[in-house]
T-cell receptor, first 105, second 115 residues
Framework: KNEVEQSPQNLTAQEGEFITINCSYS?????LHWLQQHPGGGIVSLFM???GKKKHGRLIATINIQEKHSSLHITASHPRDSAVYIC???????FGAGTRLTVKP | DAGVTQSPTHLIKTRGQQVTLRCSPI?????VSWYQQVLGQGPQFIFQ???????GRGNFPDRFSARQFPNYSSELNVNALLLGDSALYLC??????????????FGPGTRLTVL
């Protein structure tokens, strides 16, 4: 079993829909990262959080340390949000396999 | 300020050859980490260097080695290439060691193809 599990693996949504991507981990962490990877490979850090909730524009990330679970929400999704979203935890940056999001116009 | 840069962008090698990948961190960043991302999978941690010393190593064979120079740039070397080494190699820099306080910034990656 991977130490960092993401769900779903693939997600297709219509423009405007509210999107949730989940991440569960089995190791103790000091921080959890949400990353965005576009075709071609470049990775952008979206959030780094160790408790509670963070918001940036249409993106919201939450973490529940007791339940070892984090969610990434996208409100009013747009085709430009189409990318792979990756969850990673500190302690040697262990990564989930990613969630491929496609938002259709 | 320039972001993290990596060279080359793409590389094609044959089995048994050796390869060197290069990474320049963001100015002021002292930590460089290397990751391997095989197609369709999440990245896997290879090395972290901080202040020119290896501070962490993932589960990779000794064919993989790296170093960090006084200007904090880094090289990743892979010897005796195997087909399975074909991947996107990502470099990330941060101010300090990987921790809850130091965000990592990723480079565009080097795509290595081993034939």
């Amino acid at each position: 079993k991977n130490e960092v599990e993401q769900s779903p693996q693939n997600l297709t949504a219509q423009e405007g829909e509210f999107i949730t991507i989940n991440c569960s981990y089995s190791v103790g962490i000091s921080a959890l990262h949400w990353l965005q990877q576009h075709p071609g490979g470049g990775i952008v850090s979206l959030f780094m959080l160790s408790s509670g909730k963070k918001k940036h524009g249409r993106l919201i990330a939450t973490i529940n340390i007791q339940e070892k679970h984090s969610s990434l929400h996208i409100t009013a999704s747009h085709p430009r949000d189409s990318a792979v979203y990756i969850c990673a935890v500190n302690n040697d940056m262990r990564f989930g396999a990613g969630t491929r999001l496609t938002v259709k116009p | 300020d320039a972001g993290v840069t990596q060279s080359p962008t793409h590389l094609i090698k044959t089995r048994g050859q050796q390869v060197t990948l290069r990474c320049s961190p963001i100015s002021g960043h002292k930590s460089v980490s290397w990751y391997q991302q095989v197609l369709g999978q999440g990245p896997q941690f290879i090395f972290q260097y901080y202040e020119k010393e290896e501070r962490g190593r993932g589960n990779f064979p000794d064919r993989f080695s790296a170093r960090q120079f006084p200007n904090y740039s880094s090289e990743l070397n892979v010897n005796a290439l195997l087909l399975g080494d074909s991947a996107l190699y990502l470099c990330a820099s941060s101010l300090g060691r990987i921790s809850s306080y130091n965000e990592q910034f990723f480079g565009p990656g080097t795509r290595l193809t081993v034939l």
